[in-house]
């Protein structure tokens, strides 16, 4: 499967991916090359450079670890990992990385207690050479945080935000459906497709290692049917674990080397926004 969403930030191809970019996550996990110095000849300098690196490493996963779970309780009433499966993934994905059990209930506690002084924001985008980005935020002051964006986004890339629905005849809304088998069952991809043809949905993607037996599913629906289908699969081999409607382009555009890197540090210089989290990016970008 080329790459759903969410986003991280690698345009909105739909590709193979594990629920580090949340599943559905939904969230675009950015992949972080880090590249070793030559620390001369001082083994202090050598120990202090890769340790650096590795905390920085271990900084990125944390901020990963605590956006998937804002976005996993702004997007449910339930902190009850049984019945949020977001918030389940990503504890796992802390437990993976080595995350301290402590820090995970502090995190957690955290967005329980900020939850109710964030709005979730839309913010559209133009950049360079036809590219279009949405920005799905958590602000407590959006205001201000469409000030410094337009900020960052005009030093950046030369580019600003646009009035709502801007990037409208550039991208369609789908339905967005992530299964896997129910238990005591191995269905195959093939099997998955003749279930989505059969209640009526448009397209199947496949996301390894997801579940017991290696896989889970995403299933693509137009948006007005996304519970009709949901509720059709309900009644099939397959269990639903999430399901919601987002933003896909109609066509991906190319971008220099230079244009995606300016881009990659308007994105980067958002994200260090104070008082803003940037729970998805979806774009149009070829990357």
Request: hydrophobic share 35%.
């Amino acid at each position: 499967m080329e790459r759903l969403a969410p986003i991280l930030h690698a345009g909105f191809r739909l590709i193979k991916s594990s629920c580090q970019r949340n599943s559905l996550c939904l969230t675009y996990p950015q992949l972080k090359y880090i590249q070793q110095r030559n620390a001369g000849h001082s083994h202090w300098a050598n120990i202090r450079h890769i340790k650096g690196a590795k905390d920085k490493v271990k900084s990125d996963i944390s901020s990963q670890l605590a956006n998937q779970i804002r976005i996993a309780l702004r997007d449910s009433t339930s902190a009850n990992v049984k019945t949020n499966y977001k918030l389940a993934k990503a504890i796992e994905f802390g437990e993976k990385n080595n995350i301290p059990s402590k820090s995970i209930k502090s995190m957690i506690d955290k967005a329980i207690s900020v939850k109710d002084s964030l709005s979730q924001t839309i913010y559209e985008a133009k950049g360079p050479s036809g590219s279009f980005l949405i920005f799905d935020i958590s602000t407590a002051n959006s205001k201000r945080t469409k000030n410094e964006m337009n900020r960052v986004l005009a030093r950046r890339i030369g580019g600003s935000l646009m009035s709502a629905g801007g990037t409208n005849v550039y991208f369609e809304k789908k339905g967005v459906i992530t299964a896997i088998s129910k238990e005591g069952k191995n269905i195959s991809l093939e099997d998955v497709e003749d279930i989505a043809i059969s209640v009526e949905a448009e397209e199947v993607k496949l996301e390894e290692g997801s579940d017991d037996s290696g896989n889970s599913y995403q299933i693509i629906c137009d948006q007005n049917s996304l519970y009709t289908v949901v509720k059709a699969l309900q009644e099939t081999e397959l269990d639903v674990l999430d399901f919601s409607v987002i933003p896909i382009p109609v066509m991906l555009v190319e971008l220099t080397n230079d244009e995606k890197e300016a881009i990659s540090s308007a994105i980067e210089g958002i994200k260090e926004l104070q008082d803003v989290s940037v729970d998805n990016i979806y774009d149009n970008i070829k990357w």
